[in-house]
């Protein structure tokens, strides 16, 4: 194929170009912005942030149960 049957056509909407008239063709200018929602599933700052917290203090809980303990919670046979 080439490059002139791979492009897309001027005359469709949300091209850069000319109409089928030959007038210039503008994209008009969003009315109003989308408002984001927070995300509820996946890898994200925040509950990446929270699940490094827990794991920190999981760790001084163990690190604190082996010192009142005496010994190492797990046991390698």
């Keep these: 194929m080439t490059d002139a049957a791979m492009a897309a056509p001027a005359d469709l909407p949300g091209n850069a170009g000319e109409n089928a008239a030959g007038a210039p063709f503008q994209i008009p200018a969003p009315r ?26 999981g760790f001084m809980a163990l690190l ?14």
Excluded: I
């Excluded at 929602?37 to 996946?42: A, E, I």
């Design 32 to 57: 109003s912005v989308p408002s984001r929602r927070l995300p509820r599933f996946g890898f994200h700052t925040h509950t990446e942030t929270f699940n490094g917290r827990m794991a920190m203090l």
């Design 64 to 77: 604190a149960v082996e010192v009142f303990l005496g010994h190492g919670l797990l046991v390698w046979p």
